[in-house]
């Protein structure tokens, strides 16, 4: 009889495993984190082209030798360091990466774009590590995990692509619903990997004196350096304060083990959004705040995010042509049940 149990316990966990990484889903979530990281990649590229001499090259404020005696042994992959003395060759790569990352907005070629900004977010991060801020750490693992599955079967020219050359082609039309195993495996990484950052943030807080005592939130609106919001009049409401910073750290460490739950994910979400637009529009940290936001969309069900596009599973079968799937409840179920894996 105890063997009968443990049979059927790890037969539960096996089924539980697959279910958790690799049933189908659709990719409405990971295309909506695609298009956000591609335009802010967009942005973030053409802001760096545009002061490349700075940042980049022989005479930058940080120069290769310079860098490599800065970062030692721990001197990480760069392109950048090939072409170093080369402005012809600096030059095509900023117009790589404004190309690739606007591929990966519009979803054109988005996995292979996907892989290219991995690559370039590393060597140019690596390149300058005195530019290296928490925005390019966040893009880095986003378009690592979307080279898996950069959600390009919605909201993409690869999808509008695909349709075309099936209807050029007189073959089985691809589904626009697109849920595959890989969008399943995309999104669970980049949850996992949020909720481990969040938790480190959390726990390594804990070794601040600030963040105990509850004044840790007076010492970023007192800092002019970074301040684009006059918050100092708060010093008259130290309640406030240090129910922030309470609050703030409660939040960062809970967020791992609470963000699963699908009644308490929506206030968790909730926190990550007015958090993170804080920072942005506070601290003048505004791409940072927008990735952020955007990673936390992976807790998101696609079918929320469709419903808020204003398409149903109805319109997008009668889009791609397939009444008959629509008209056969029989099926209908296993549409819901691919996406019963994502968090709602």
């Known amino acids: 009889m105890i063997r009968d149990w443990f049979r059927s316990l790890f037969s539960a966990t096996v089924d539980g495993w697959n279910r958790f990484w690799f049933t189908p889903s659709h990719p409405a979530t990971l295309a909506v984190i695609r298009i956000a990281t591609g335009t802010l990649l967009f942005y973030s590229h053409l802001i760096w082209a545009l002061n490349s001499s700075s940042f980049f090259g022989s005479q930058s404020w940080l120069n290769e030798p310079a860098t490599r005696a800065l970062r030692g042994e721990g001197y990480g992959f760069s392109l950048l360091t090939m072409i170093d003395s ?30 290219t900004m991995f690559v370039l977010t590393i060597s140019f991060a690596n390149r300058n590590p005195g530019a290296l801020y928490g925005f390019d750490q966040i893009v880095g693992f986003l378009t690592m995990y979307l080279s898996i599955n950069p959600g390009h079967r919605w909201l993409s020219i690869d999808a509008w692509r695909a349709r075309r050359r099936s209807l050029r ?86 967020y791992p083990f609470v963000v699963w739950n699908r009644w308490v994910r929506p206030f968790v979400l909730a926190m990550a959004v007015a958090v993170h637009a804080g920072i942005g529009v506070c601290f003048g940290m505004l791409t940072f705040g927008m990735i952020m936001i955007a990673a936390n969309v992976a807790f998101v069900s696609p079918t929320l995010i469709r419903q808020l596009a204003g398409q149903s599973d109805e319109h997008v079968e009668r889009a791609n042509g397939r009444h008959d799937r629509v008209s056969k409840p029989a099926e209908r179920p296993r549409s819901r049940s691919s996406e019963s894996l994502h968090p709602v």
Not at 86 to 115: D, E, K, M, N
Not at 225 to 250: F, K, R, S
């Open 169 to 254: 082609n007189s073959a089985p039309r691809l589904s626009a619903l697109g849920s595959q195993p890989t969008v399943t495996i995309a999104t669970r990484l980049i949850q996992l990997h949020l909720c481990l950052l969040y938790f480190v943030a959390g726990i390594s807080k804990l070794k601040g004196a600030t963040w105990w005592s509850g004044v840790a939130f007076w010492g970023a609106i007192g800092n002019q350096e970074y301040q684009t919001v006059d918050l100092t009049a708060l010093v008259h409401w130290p309640v406030l304060i240090n129910l922030a910073t309470h609050a703030t750290l409660a939040w960062e460490i809970s």
């Open 86 to 115: 080369q402005p012809a060759a600096l030059f095509a790569v900023h117009a790589l990466a404004l190309i690739a990352s606007l591929c990966l907005a519009v979803g054109f070629l988005s996995r292979a774009a996907a892989l």
